[in-house]
């Protein structure tokens, strides 16, 4: 789509990393481009803004960061947090709470002064006010020790000169404020101020939680959705960093990440620059740090469990994905099909599905091979699976689990394919004279040349084979029908997985268990049936298999023995 509507493109030289993200975030304002991350909150969330320049300062609300040279704390979500800091805020620190204008027109108090709220600046001189305007900044920055230590050394002080008054309203003070700051969570043992950001993606949906913690409290949390988003996450990661500390006025001491992305270093030197201190851009990989970021993502995912229809969201998927793949019809049904192997051994096939784009966890089958005997040969193995599932579907009748599914998947390429059509048409089906679709997707991995360092092959795009269509297609990365056609198959891969080692564990006791003198094929079924599954024999005692139907002590004492031995080799 970017593609088509592009008609040229300019670019800028800058002399470093810095520099080219300072003229990006300028131009993004300024052009408003169309694919652009977009903070659209910018009139739902409110800030609370301090001007230190005035002569008596005042909290007030507002709406919108601007560069004005004043100090802004927040954003606050949901707003009622915000009227309720500012409230506590002026009644435990007496500020004033009057516009300028009347702050200059008054001759005298007001209530707020009459009910110790506001000391009358309006009026009266008021000397500890500059004190009162750094306790309420600390206050909202999150600064607990600091401001409580202040407001210790006044009080005392104040008792020491035998103000009483004035220090009882110190201790008053001091004490709401710690009321204040033990409802908020201690998440962190340092004392510096972090923001954390968690992040969470569904196809091309994603949602952001920002964590402040300050002096290692959790002292606010905001969350940010965007739609339609199919750039990679590293992409969305940094756009969405650089407009978001473009608006926001304080700056902490670490950004902690979920995920890196290229340019953080410029980023973190932007940031430093703009807050006049030293400021960390890390994506930590364990300890405390990263903790903080997986209770971020955390957050994130139940944001977007709270405010997202997974149903909307499953039609939008499945639509997408039919107009990508031009399919017949809406792929409401859809089914996968995977092979589970291991040289030859107990070869198994899987069937998911998908209604409506949700797992119908009811509707699974798994599928014993029983024509691949001792040899790995996945066509054969799912020409044998699909054969026995379109078999049944030829006497189904409409609403029957087994009908043809709108879309039919087998997890492979162009052979898995061709197998699939051909279990079609030895079936008596025949693409377009019946109501499914048929896709092969499959995932590659792009072999390291020789003498590469370990670990530098990487994963290539998932590709979609289509029917007579002779190159395949790749989906953008990050795109809904992309993730849902991964969703089906790599649930079909566990699903197989998963029967896969259990046929070979009970097969590799079995054969095992053959090998106890006294313990012959009759004992071995007698055995099994009597216990019901593996682990109840491995845990039971000798008396507990002599008393199995067809065992006698000896023997009994053979398979305890045996059991036994096999499991101190395992530890």
Same mark, same amino acid.
């Given at each position: 789509?970017?593609? =088509?509507l592009?008609?040229?493109?300019?670019?800028?030289?800058? &002399?470093?990393?810095?520099?080219a993200?300072?003229?990006?975030?300028t131009?993004?304002?300024?052009?408003?481009?169309?694919f652009?991350? $977009? %903070?659209?909150?910018?009139?739902?969330?409110?800030?609370?803004?301090?001007?230190?320049?005035?002569?008596?300062?005042?909290?007030?609300?507002?709406?919108?960061? =601007?560069?004005?040279g004043?100090?802004?704390?927040?954003?606050?979500?949901?707003?009622?947090?915000?009227?309720? &800091?500012?409230?506590?805020?002026?009644?435990?620190?007496?500020?004033?709470?009057?516009?300028?204008?009347?702050l200059?027109?008054?001759?005298?108090?007001?209530?707020?002064?009459?009910?110790?709220?506001?000391?009358?600046?309006?009026?009266?001189?008021?000397?500890?006010?500059?004190?009162?305007?750094?306790?309420?900044? %600390?206050?909202?920055?999150?600064?607990?020790?600091?401001?409580?230590?202040?407001?210790?050394?006044?009080?005392?002080?104040?008792?020491?000169?035998?103000e009483?008054?004035?220090?009882?309203?110190?201790?008053?003070?001091?004490?709401?404020?710690?009321?204040?700051l033990?409802?908020?969570?201690?998440?962190?043992?340092?004392?510096?101020?972090?923001?954390?950001?968690?992040y969470?993606?569904?196809?091309?949906?994603?949602?952001?939680?920002?964590? *402040?913690?300050?002096?290692?409290?959790?002292?606010?949390?905001?969350?940010?959705?965007?739609?339609?988003?199919?750039?990679?996450?590293? +992409?969305?990661?940094s756009? !969405?960093?650089?407009?978001?500390?473009?608006?926001?006025?304080t700056?902490?001491?670490?950004?902690?990440?979920?995920?890196?992305?290229?340019?953080?270093?410029?980023?973190?030197?932007?940031?430093?620059? *703009?807050?006049?201190?030293?400021? +960390?851009?890390?994506?930590?990989?364990?300890?405390?740090?990263?903790?903080?970021?997986?209770?971020?993502?955390?957050?994130?995912?139940? !944001?977007?469990?709270?405010?997202?229809?997974?149903?909307?969201?499953?039609?939008?998927?499945l639509?997408?994905?039919?107009?990508?793949?031009r399919?017949?019809r809406?792929?409401?049904?859809?089914?996968?099909?995977?092979?589970?192997?291991?040289?030859?051994?107990?070869?198994?096939?899987?069937?998911?599905?998908?209604?409506?784009?949700?797992?119908?966890?009811?509707?699974?089958?798994?599928?014993?091979?029983? &024509?691949?005997?001792?040899?790995?040969? /996945?066509?054969?193995?799912?020409?044998?699976?699909?054969?026995?599932?379109?078999? *049944?579907?030829?006497?189904?009748?409409?609403? /029957?689990?087994?009908?043809?599914?709108?879309?039919?998947?087998?997890?492979?390429?162009?052979?898995?394919?061709? &197998?699939?059509?051909?279990?079609?048409?030895?079936?008596?089906?025949?693409?377009? $004279?019946?109501?499914?679709?048929?896709?092969g997707?499959?995932?590659?991995?792009?072999?390291?040349?020789?003498?590469?360092?370990?670990?530098?092959?990487?994963?290539?795009?998932?590709?979609?084979?289509?029917?007579?269509?002779?190159?395949?297609?790749?989906?953008?990365?990050? #795109?809904?029908?992309l993730?849902?056609?991964?969703?089906?198959?790599? +649930? #079909?891969?566990?699903?197989?997985?998963?029967?896969?080692?259990?046929?070979r564990?009970?097969?590799?006791?079995?054969?095992a268990?053959?090998?106890?003198?006294?313990?012959?094929?009759?004992?071995?079924?007698?055995?099994?049936?009597?216990?019901?599954?593996v682990?109840?024999?491995?845990?039971?005692?000798?008396?507990?298999?002599?008393?199995?139907?067809?065992?006698?002590?000896p023997?009994?004492?053979?398979?305890f023995?045996?059991?036994?031995?096999?499991?101190?080799?395992?530890?």
């Amino acid at each position: 789509l970017l593609g =088509r509507l592009l008609g040229d493109i300019e670019t800028i030289v800058t &002399t470093n990393e810095k520099e080219a993200l300072l003229v990006e975030d300028t131009l993004v304002k300024q052009h408003r481009p169309r694919f652009n991350v $977009k %903070l659209r909150d910018d009139k739902n969330y409110l800030v609370l803004r301090l001007d230190p320049r005035a002569r008596y300062p005042r909290l007030e609300l507002q709406r919108r960061i =601007r560069e004005d040279g004043a100090r802004y704390f927040g954003p606050y979500y949901p707003a009622r947090a915000a009227r309720a &800091t500012l409230k506590a805020a002026n009644k435990h620190f007496g500020l004033r709470s009057c516009t300028d204008r009347m702050l200059t027109s008054r001759t005298r108090p007001c209530l707020q002064f009459q009910i110790g709220w506001c000391p009358a600046p309006c009026v009266q001189e008021v000397a500890d006010y500059a004190d009162r305007v750094r306790d309420v900044t %600390l206050f909202l920055e999150g600064r607990s020790a600091e401001l409580t230590q202040r407001l210790q050394t006044r009080m005392q002080a104040a008792a020491a000169a035998e103000e009483f008054e004035r220090a009882a309203a110190l201790r008053d003070r001091l004490a709401a404020v710690e009321v204040a700051l033990t409802q908020q969570r201690v998440v962190a043992a340092t004392l510096v101020d972090q923001d954390v950001v968690g992040y969470h993606r569904e196809g091309d949906v994603v949602e952001v939680a920002f964590l *402040r913690v300050r002096q290692g409290r959790l002292t606010g949390q905001q969350r940010f959705s965007f739609a339609g988003q199919e750039f990679p996450d590293d +992409e969305i990661l940094s756009s !969405f960093l650089s407009l978001y500390y473009h608006r926001e006025g304080t700056v902490p001491d670490e950004v902690l990440l979920p995920l890196p992305f290229e340019g953080a270093a410029a980023l973190a030197e932007w940031l430093a620059e *703009r807050a006049g201190h030293r400021v +960390e851009v890390l994506c930590p990989q364990r300890g405390p740090r990263h903790d903080l970021v997986g209770l971020a993502n955390t957050n994130a995912r139940a !944001f977007f469990a709270t405010c997202r229809d997974p149903a909307v969201d499953a039609q939008e998927a499945l639509a997408k994905l039919q107009r990508r793949l031009r399919l017949s019809r809406l792929p409401r049904r859809i089914e996968c099909f995977d092979i589970s192997t291991m040289q030859g051994v107990a070869t198994v096939g899987s069937r998911v599905v998908l209604v409506d784009g949700q797992p119908a966890k009811n509707q699974y089958r798994r599928f014993q091979v029983r &024509t691949v005997n001792e040899h790995a040969d /996945d066509y054969a193995a799912l020409y044998e699976v699909l054969s026995r599932r379109l078999r *049944r579907a030829r006497d189904a009748r409409e609403g /029957d689990p087994w009908a043809l599914p709108d879309l039919l998947v087998v997890d492979g390429g162009k052979g898995q394919l061709s &197998t699939a059509l051909m279990a079609l048409r030895d079936a008596g089906l025949e693409l377009g $004279k019946i109501e499914m679709d048929l896709i092969g997707l499959a995932k590659e991995v792009h072999e390291a040349p020789a003498g590469a360092a370990p670990g530098t092959a990487r994963d290539l795009p998932d590709r979609v084979y289509l029917p007579r269509v002779k190159d395949p297609l790749q989906l953008r990365p990050g #795109s809904a029908e992309l993730l849902l056609l991964r969703r089906v198959r790599d +649930e #079909s891969h566990r699903f197989a997985i998963a029967y896969h080692r259990k046929l070979r564990g009970r097969r590799a006791l079995r054969s095992a268990l053959a090998e106890i003198p006294g313990v012959g094929p009759k004992r071995r079924r007698e055995l099994l049936r009597h216990f019901g599954s593996v682990r109840a024999l491995r845990a039971a005692t000798r008396d507990e298999i002599a008393a199995a139907p067809g065992m006698s002590r000896p023997a009994a004492e053979a398979v305890f023995n045996f059991l036994r031995a096999v499991g101190n080799a395992r530890e």
